[in-house]
């Protein structure tokens, strides 16, 4: 590999794991689920329903990326037709 073309280095730390060292504790109230699209928060709710588990009634909420996506691009729209 080539490293002497600083123009096909990619900065790759925004992809690492951060860590701390030790125990890290929170409150399940303190979690939000992000998920890509309707679909997989349709399917994330189904699957912990089948599990009777409590995390759905513990957990803050679930984000729909998508939804985010798709408003911040009619904003850039919006700021862009000016």
């Known amino acids: 590999m080539d490293l002497s073309d600083p123009n096909i280095i990619i900065d790759w730390s925004h992809e690492r794991e951060w860590r701390i060292k ?6 399940y109230d303190e979690i939000s689920v992000i998920v890509g699209c309707q ?8 699957y912990y ?3 009777n588990s409590e995390l759905l009634d513990r957990i803050k909420g679930i984000v729909v ?4 996506l798709e ?7 919006v700021i862009n037709a000016d």
């Open 22 to 27: 030790g125990d890290f504790k929170f409150e």
């Open 39 to 46: 679909e997989s928060k349709e399917k994330f709710i189904e």
């Open 49 to 51: 329903n089948k599990s």
């Open 65 to 68: 990326l998508k939804d985010y």
């Open 71 to 77: 408003k911040a691009n009619k904003i850039r729209e």
